[in-house]
């Protein structure tokens, strides 16, 4: 069992940056490949970016390409996303999630290859 909780959630204006953190607890952390999702009310979740077990390996939604970086910290149990240059329509619910399976890359877009996910945070994007 995994426990996530994500947190750095806010608003922020178009253009500018944060950085999102889901912190890990109940077994071992480096274990899972990790994904951040977004949702919009309404919308289904969406796929935004995946890291390795290690960290060696990324990858993005084309959506957040260029502008979004993920990335992990083994010894603190903490995944990150880093958010530059937002814009509006990235107003969404982001969630955390931890995936016992192998690393696919582009194979870790699918929510069905997540065990445990966090409860979210808000991000709202102003113009």
């Known amino acids: 069992q995994v426990q996530l909780v994500e947190s750095g959630g806010g608003l922020v204006q178009a253009g500018g940056s944060l950085r999102l953190s889901c912190a890990a607890s109940?077994?071992?952390?480096?274990?899972?490949?990790m994904g951040w999702f977004r949702q919009a009310p309404g919308k289904e979740r969406e796929f935004a970016a995946a890291?390795?077990?290690?960290?060696?390996?990324?990858y993005y939604a084309d959506s957040v390409k260029g502008r979004f970086t993920i990335s992990r910290d083994n010894v603190k149990n903490t995944v990150y996303m880093q958010v530059n240059s937002p814009k509006p329509g990235d107003t969404d619910v982001y969630y955390c999630a931890a995936s016992a399976s192998a690393w696919y890359g582009d194979g870790m877009t699918g929510a069905t290859r997540y065990l445990y996910w966090g409860r979210g945070t808000q991000v709202t994007v102003s113009s």
């Open positions: 890291v390795s077990r290690g960290g060696g390996s990324t």
């Open positions: 109940g077994h071992t952390f480096s274990s899972y490949v």
